[in-house]
């Protein structure tokens, strides 16, 4: 189906631009891939999501999960099933986990004053397709990614007996997960790709 599609997709292009260079036809069918990759994971999520009645709880554990994603980064899978699997078990299971656990509310403030400690130290995460070469941008990253952390302890802790808050921490704490060291080590995948480059590029 994805071949189908990029073969399609292929055929459109260079009928249009006839003049277009492989290296830039490869950009965009890489970009396209991924368009196709995240549609399809999404609609799986989102029918078994209907399947469960948990939609509501979907998407609020997404909305605090790409806050921090946004500026802090973190791995991605080197092959579409794994990051389906990883994708069901973050949304799907992790919504499950929100909507029918009782987190106490010291344990989410522990939590989530661990999870600004590891925000601190290790974002951004990068990858070694787009390494964050510029230290400046780093910087501005750690900052940003650390100010949202502490904006969902302070949540956390003002609104601790709320159950939006399991959906604050859980969210943040799968954002953690992607920016880990030991997680891009379970998956094979080279961490802090930015040193691998000159430092004059800083």
């Keep these: 189906m994805k071949e189908r599609f990029l073969k399609k997709a292929t055929k459109i292009i260079k009928d ?3 003049d277009m260079d492989e290296e830039k036809l490869e950009e965009i069918l890489y970009g396209l891939e991924g368009l196709y ?3 399809t994971k999404m609609a799986v999520i989102f029918i078994i999501a209907l399947i469960l009645n948990i939609v509501k709880d979907v998407i ?5 999960y790409n806050i921090i994603r946004t500026t802090a980064f973190g791995m991605h ?3 579409s099933i794994h990051c389906l699997i990883i994708s069901l078990l973050f949304f799907i299971g992790g919504a499950l986990l929100c909507k029918y656990v009782i987190i106490p509310s010291y344990i989410k403030i522990i939590l989530a004053s661990i999870a600004l400690i590891l925000l601190f130290k290790y974002a951004p995460a990068d990858t070694y397709k787009r390494p964050l070469i510029n230290a400046k941008r780093r910087r501005i990253y750690k900052i940003l990614s650390v ?3 502490s904006i969902y302890l302070v ?4 609104f601790r007996n709320l159950s939006i808050t ?3 921490c859980v969210g943040l704490w799968e954002a953690i997960l992607m920016i880990h060291p030991l997680t891009y080590r379970m998956f094979q995948l ?3 790709n930015y040193k691998n480059y000159v430092a004059t590029y800083n």
């Design 16 to 18: 249009k631009k006839k």
């Design 37 to 39: 990759l995240t549609f």
């Design 60 to 64: 609020l554990l997404m909305i605090f």
């Design 77 to 79: 899978a080197k092959k």
């Design 147 to 149: 100010l949202s952390g």
């Design 155 to 158: 949540l956390i802790i003002l």
């Design 166 to 168: 399991n959906y604050i």
């Design 190 to 192: 080279p961490y802090s």
